[in-house]
T-cell receptor, first 115, second 108 residues
Framework: DAMVIQNPRYQVTQFGKPVTLSCSQT?????MYWYQQKSSQAPKLLFH???????NEADTPDNFQSRRPNTSFCFLDIRSPGLGDAAMYLC??????????????FGPGTRLTVT | TQLLEQSPQFLSIQEGENLTVYCNSS?????LQWYRQEPGEGPVLLVT?????EVKKLKRLTFQFGDARKDSSLHITAAQPGDTGLYLC????????FGTGTRLQVFP
């Protein structure tokens, strides 16, 4: 029944060592989002894909990249993680941007620790 | 840049108590959503409100949207430990802009 799946749930990486987080969806939604949520804070949108069109938020650091090879999968790449990148990373999907189709479904998140 | 302020920031209550949390925006909401996020999980949508003055009920939860569409409240009646979590309001435009959140702890 899982609709938005994130792997792994917990990831530990070393300072400066590239890391990739994975998200997959069974909803066949057009839009996939990546959020960063630091402790006790609200989720902050990093970027999203509408189908294959990539949309980066203006304040997302260049250190963060994303790939969407097909409808079902989306990856978050952190090229050189710093201690400040330790956070929960949430993936979400929605069918579209507007109207009733615009409910976002969130995955359980990947908690990233940087040592 | 729109700012969504939620209050209180933290709330710790006993089972059976009532509570209200608030969400205030620096600008008019396009449409307002409330989410609950349990520890270690992603946010789950509770409700969407669009019309000023709108009131929606979801079991023990009552959501109210201000007439001017710049504020909202969430009232929980007879809170239960299962209500524990982070409550987030969000403005739904072409993306979600989340509020600062209210962390609720309900003790048995």
């Amino acid at each position: 029944d899982a609709m938005v799946i994130q792997n792994p749930r917990y990831q530990v990486t070393q300072f400066g060592k590239p890391v990739t987080l994975s998200c997959s969806q069974t909803l066949n939604h057009n839009v996939m989002y990546w959020y960063q949520q630091k402790s006790s804070q609200a989720p902050k949108l990093l970027f999203h894909y509408y189908d294959k069109d990539f949309n980066n938020e203006a304040d997302t650091p260049d250190n963060f990249q994303s790939r969407r090879p097909n409808t079902s999968f989306c990856f978050l790449d952190i090229r050189s993680p710093g201690l400040g990148d330790a956070a929960m990373y949430l993936c979400a999907t929605s069918r579209d941007y507007r109207g009733v189709s615009y409910e976002q479904y969130f995955g359980p998140g990947t908690r990233l620790t940087v040592t | 840049t729109q700012l969504l302020e939620q209050s209180p920031q933290f709330l710790s209550i006993q089972e059976g108590e009532n509570l209200t949390v608030y969400c205030n925006s620096s600008s008019v909401f396009s449409s307002l959503q409330w989410y609950r996020q349990e520890p270690g999980e992603g946010p789950v949508l509770l409700v969407t409100v669009v019309t000023g003055g709108e009131v929606k009920k979801l079991k023990r939860l009552t959501f109210q949207f201000g007439d001017a569409r710049k504020d909202s409240s969430l009232h929980i009646t007879a809170a239960q430990p299962g209500d524990t979590g982070l409550y987030l309001c969000a403005d739904r435009t072409d993306k979600l802009i989340f509020g600062t959140g209210t962390r609720l702890q309900v003790f048995p």
